[in-house]
Every structure is written in structure tokens, then in C-alpha cells.
């Protein structure tokens, strides 16, 4: 045990400079004699020998100044064992006692000296986590404080924890270790010095919450209001791993790193705390497929070890493919303790070992129970990587998983948006030729300015057929239900006019009956579209306007117009009748035809895929393309091009 004075505080609170605050043990002292009085155990005697040395100097029950410490040895070591499990390894044990509500510290175990303090300067050496700035370290601080103020003069809970995190380099591996600093305050007896002010509930509520607001509260109850004596418990937990786990999850989920590089840089860096050893290197080498087959992006499988010895090496690609794509098909984990001593028929551990790799593992990584990629841990000196430090991987495995997953998401959306971008809507048929040209296009380009036009697609040696299917005389009825309806319209349109001839007295109405009768004659002949779109321009220019004038008119010619208008309404007047009631039957002939063409277009692409495309007319046109060029994976014959014609 150490009686060295720490301050492992390096920001202090305003107002806090001159906080009343004394260093004593009485509050313990008082619980010691509680516990006597309720114990009844064998631990009652160990109570009452700790009470007797510590009631034999009269001083220890006194205010204490840090520079008596050293006088108190056997107090110190007792309230240790009080405090601190028999069994515990002083040398081990994370545990110190500071002075009430700071972090000055004054008795330590020799662990937590050595691991907080420069072995020549004896200057404290952590950093708070994440290089968080001095107003976040405040904010805690101050939290932590008013908590415990709040809590004991306004019975008013409020949300906080007594725990900080610091992290401190490893002098060793030169890489950060984390630890949870936790400060217990049971020990500490705070009084006010006076009358304290009323506080608003609300006020507080809203300034103690996740945007707490300390200086509002200091202005309220300013620390030289409180008298603070005791001391504090403080222990460090060592939570480096999970610190590095929630560091992959932050990149992953707040990935602030433009470039690809600098964000694996990240991920690796943060492997490398997880099994603490920067001689521990990390590959990461995701799945990726173009039409099922197995592809390597140099921007993304450059972080691989494999990859790039073999790339370096000048090993043939499609033998390294193959070999690849046969592991993914039947992945297991692979551990190579020492190259030089394994198997030399796999050739890739003399490719691994030729470039200094001593000892290699291979990890299968999954998301959601697919496999997503590989884990590749190597290192280049021998006998530093045994099964022990990859069990510190798991619980970052599954994170692995979920980055190598955005890799391959992110990978498909590059194929599709180069897909949508330089070429229309595509068809399952020969969707595979379009993301192949895609993903050249992406290999090709990914380091190069200007960048390459992308490839021309070509069908060559296909099959075209084409058919349609019409429904006969269709025109033919149109222009009979166009005519039906218009000569109900007209009969219609010349009753109304008659009444305002007869109501109005307007002989102008004479000439517009004339021309209808005329129009009337015409419809009932052969007549053309030229001739339907005259009929049309004269209701509108020469009828409706008339008619709209003395639509307002009151009695028989006021109804007899309204009658006209619903006659005319294009979805249930009757001078719509016999066209509406042929489009309906022409949508049901043709939504009979395309079901049935399209039960035939999944048969037959089920026999061997095509390119099938229809095109609405008054019927169904349709093309076909059938060829070896549009499946070249499946063998084409004459055969399913006969299968479509006899259909």
C-alpha cells in the first residue's frame, strides 16, 4: 500500500477552489459502531479490534491534513480490509481513498500507484476517454455533485453515475487501456452552513437531465454553502474491451471517415486494443458476388493479407478465385499456429509464409446466419498468436459481421445505381449481363481519371419472334357506339335548344337546331375521325357556351338544361353509354389476354429465360429473344425455340 498524494484530477469546477472540504474518518468510525451493535457473528469481535485501534489515537477522530497521512499506517490498512475482500491481491487490486468529492488521491494500493502514475515524475498519467473536451469533464463532475446534493436536502433523485472513464497508455504495447473510474461517496458527511433557498422542481428536473446546465444550479446552491467532510472510495475497472467494442459499433454506426481506408484504419486500430498488441495485424475480406460469382474489389479486399501477398506475388487470380470461392462454399475456422510447419499442399501458407506471416487464422464471419465474409488475424512474429487471444474476438465478431454486411450492401447499390444511370429498365432475362458491365465498369474505373465509357451490350446469335393479338372489328364498334351516343346527345341537345327558341324567343337558337339536324345526318353515314373532331369543336365552341348563358334560368328551360349536362357527364350519362360499356368490355378482353400471357411468359422462363416484352394497343403486341447469348450458363437447343412458336 502507498500513502502518495494523487491528483488524478486535472480540470477543477468553479467555485470548488475553496470548497469547505476536510479529510476525517468519524463517519466510518460511525458505522463500525453500528455494525457492532447489530452484529452477531464472529465478524462482531473483528468490529470491535478495528474500533480499538482506531479510537487509540484520538487524532485519527479528527479533521486529518494530507500531510499526516503517513502517521496513520495502521487505520489506513484496516479501513482497507474493511473495505476491500481478505482474499483481494494488493498488487492487483484497482483501490484508492481520496479526499471527499475530488479526486486527490492519498492512499492507494501499489497497483493502482503504478498504473496511474509516472514511475520518474511521479506525475499522473491518464487522459479522460475519447479526448472529451474540458467542459464535458466539468459537466460530469458537476453532475455528479448536485446529485448527491439534491438527493440529500431535497429528497429529489435524479439520473447520474459516479463513474468516469480515463484511458492510459500502455507503455509496453504503446496502446491505450480504458478503465472505469468509480467514486463512492458513502463515507462522506456533507452539512449546510445556513438557511438553504427554496428550489422549483421543474427547474431542476430541466437542468438534470441529458443537457444538464450546471451553472444554473451553481448559481442556485454555490458549493461554499456545504460543508463536506469524510473521504471517498475509488476503483478502476478494467473495460478495454468492451471500450473497443463500443468503439466499433460507434464507426460502424457514425462512420466520420470519408475514404474507405481511413475507416478500416479505424476498425483494425480499434481489433488491435480488443487483443492489446499492435504486432497483431487484422484482414477483412467481404463476399462479393456479381451473378453468384465471387468478385475482389481492390478498394475493399486491399485490407486482406491473402489478397494482397497474392497480388504482390503475381499468383495466377483465377486459381486464387477458385480456391476462395471453394472455402466460402464450406467455411470453417483455420488456424495456423506456425506457416513453416503446416501442410505445404495449401499453398496459399507458403505464399503467407514467403512474406513473413508466422502464424495465420481464418475466420468465418456471419449476419444473421449468412455468411457475409472472412476475419483474417496473422501476425508476423512467432508464437504471439495462440487460441487464448482470439477468444478476446468474439464479442467483436458480431459487429465484423455487420460491417462486412454494409460492405456488401454498399457494393450492390454501386452495380445498381451504374446500372440505372447507363441503361433503362431491365428485364430478369439478361439483368446479369447489365450488373456485369456495371461491375467492370466499377474494377475498372476505380483508379483511373478520365474514366473509361462503359462497354456496349450486345445480344449476338438470339432468336426474335413477334406476335400480337387484337380484338377484330374493334374500330368498327368503336365508331358504332361513338354514333349511338352522339345521336342521343344531339336529340338531347335540340330539345334544349327548342326551349329556349319557345321560352326566350331567340331566333339565333333556329340556326344552332340547323346545324345539329345537319351533324345528326352526317354521324349516321360513314364518317371519319376528322369528322368526329369537328362534332367535338362545334359543342364546344358553338353549344355549351350558348347553353352556359342560360343555364342559371328558372323553371322547364333551367331543368331541361341541367337534364343535359348529367346526360353528357362522361361517367354515367347515358349519351356515354354504348362507349363506356365497349371500353369495359375491351379492358376485360385484354386483362384475360395479358393473365394468360403472362402464365405463359413464367412457363416458358422456367423451360430456358428470355426476354419477353408486350406493348398495349388496342390489344397485346409482343416481342421474344431467345438465345445461348441471353443464358450462357444454360445450354440452349432448338427445342425451346420450337416449344414458343407451336405456342
Known amino acids: 500500500m502507498k500513502e502518495t498524494i494523487l491528483d488524478i484530477s486535472r480540470h477543477v469546477l468553479p467555485g470548488m477552489e475553496h470548497m469547505d472540504v476536510s479529510l476525517s474518518f468519524r463517519k466510518f468510525v460511525g458505522y463500525i459502531k453500528e455494525r457492532i ?48 475482500p481478505v482474499i483481494a491481491d494488493e498488487n492487483e487490486t484497482l483501490w484508492a481513498l481520496s479526499v471527499p468529492l475530488s479526486q486527490t488521491v492519498f492512499y492507494e494500493t501499489s497497483a493502482f500507484q503504478e498504473l496511474l502514475s509516472d514511475k520518474s515524475t511521479g506525475v499522473v498519467k491518464c487522459d479522460l476517454l475519447r479526448e472529451i473536451d474540458i467542459t464535458i469533464e466539468k459537466k460530469q463532475k458537476a453532475q455528479m455533485i448536485y446529485s448527491f ?7 429529489i433523485s435524479t439520473f447520474h453515475s459516479d463513474a468516469l472513464v ?26 449546510a452552513k445556513g438557511p438553504l433557498p427554496e428550489i422549483n422542481f421543474e427547474t431542476v428536473k430541466r437542468n438534470t437531465k441529458e443537457d444538464f446546465d450546471w451553472t444554473v444550479l451553481f448559481k442556485l446552491l454555490p458549493f461554499s454553502m456545504f460543508k463536506f467532510e469524510g473521504f471517498t472510495v475509488i476503483t478502476l475497472t478494467d473495460v478495454t474491451a468492451d471500450q473497443a467494442v463500443e468503439n466499433i459499433k460507434n464507426i460502424i454506426l457514425n462512420p466520420a471517415v470519408d475514404n474507405v481506408q481511413g475507416y478500416y484504419d479505424q476498425i483494425i486500430s480499434s481489433l488491435n486494443l480488443l487483443v492489446g498488441s499492435r504486432d497483431i495485424k487484422f484482414g477483412l475480406l467481404p463476399e462479393l458476388r456479381v451473378n453468384e460469382k465471387l468478385v475482389f474489389n481492390d478498394e475493399i479486399c486491399t485490407h486482406s493479407a491473402l489478397v494482397q501477398t497474392s497480388v504482390e506475388k503475381g499468383l495466377d487470380l483465377d486459381e486464387f478465385m477458385q480456391l476462395a470461392d471453394e472455402y466460402f462454399k464450406n467455411p470453417e475456422v483455420l488456424f495456423y499456429r506456425n506457416t ?35 476475419l ?85 446469335d438470339v ?27 344531339f336529340e338531347s341537345l335540340i330539345k334544349v335548344l327548342t326551349h329556349i327558341k319557345e321560352d326566350v324567343g331567340l331566333g339565333l337558337a333556329d340556326e344552332v337546331i340547323f346545324k345539329c339536324k345537319k351533324w345528326m345526318a352526317q354521324i349516321s353515314g360513314q364518317s371519319t375521325d376528322s369528322d368526329e373532331m369537328k362534332v367535338m369543336d362545334f359543342l364546344e365552341y358553338d353549344v355549351y357556351p350558348f347553353l352556359h348563358h342560360f343555364r342559371e334560368s328558372k323553371g322547364r328551360l333551367g331543368e331541361s338544361i341541367n337534364a343535359y349536362y348529367q346526360l353528357v357527364d362522361k361517367e354515367s350519362g347515358i349519351a356515354f353509354a354504348n362507349r363506356n360499356s365497349l371500353e369495359s368490355a375491351m379492358q376485360k378482353i385484354n386483362a384475360a389476354v395479358n393473365l394468360y400471357l403472362e402464365l405463359f411468359k413464367n412457363e416458358i422462363q422456367q423451360t430456358y429465360p428470355c426476354y419477353f416484352e408486350k406493348f398495349r394497343t388496342d390489344g397485346v403486341e409482343y416481342d421474344i429473344y431467345i438465345g445461348q447469348a441471353i443464358v450462357p450458363e444454360k445450354t440452349f437447343n432448338l427445342l425451346y425455340l420450337n416449344n414458343i412458336r407451336l405456342w
Not at 60 to 67: G, N, P, S, T, W
Not at 149 to 155: D, Q, R, T
Not at 479 to 489: F, P
Request: with cysteine; glycine share 4%.
Open 37 to 84: 451493535s447489530k452484529e452477531t457473528t464472529v465478524k462482531k469481535k473483528f468490529f470491535e479490534f478495528v474500533l480499538e485501534r482506531f479510537t487509540a489515537d484520538p487524532r485519527f477522530l479528527e479533521d486529518i491534513r494530507l500531510e499526516e497521512i503517513p502517521e496513520f499506517q495502521e487505520q489506513l490498512g484496516l479501513v482497507y480490509n474493511m473495505l476491500v
Open 149 to 155: 446534493l439534491l438527493e440529500k436536502f431535497y429528497n
Open 166 to 191: 480515463i484511458s492510459i497508455r500502455d507503455e509496453n504495447t504503446c496502446l491505450s487501456r480504458y478503465y472505469r473510474l468509480n467514486i463512492g461517496s458513502d463515507y462522506v458527511e456533507v452539512t
Open 340 to 374: 513453416a510447419d503446416s501442410d505445404k499442399r495449401k499453398g496459399f501458407l507458403s505464399t503467407l509464409e514467403s512474406n513473413g506471416v508466422a502464424s495465420y487464422a481464418l475466420v468465418p464471419v456471419y449476419n444473421n446466419s449468412r455468411l457475409v465474409g472472412v
Open 376 to 460: 483474417e488475424v496473422y501476425t508476423k512474429i512467432k508464437d504471439l498468436l495462440d487460441e487464448k487471444l482470439l477468444a478476446k474476438l468474439e464479442p467483436a465478431v458480431p459487429l465484423i459481421g455487420q460491417l462486412l454486411q454494409n460492405n456488401i450492401n454498399e457494393f450492390e447499390a454501386r452495380i445498381e445505381n451504374v446500372v440505372k444511370e447507363k441503361f433503362t429498365s431491365l428485364q430478369p432475362a439478361v439483368q446479369w449481363k447489365f450488373k456485369e458491365v456495371a461491375w467492370h465498369y466499377i474494377r475498372d474505373n476505380a483508379m483511373q481519371l478520365p474514366k473509361k465509357p462503359i462497354e456496349n451490350i450486345h445480344f449476338k
Open 463 to 489: 432468336y426474335p419472334l413477334y406476335g400480337a393479338i387484337d380484338i377484330r372489328n374493334s374500330t368498327v364498334e368503336r365508331n358504332e357506339a361513338l354514333h349511338a351516343d352522339l345521336e342521343v346527345q
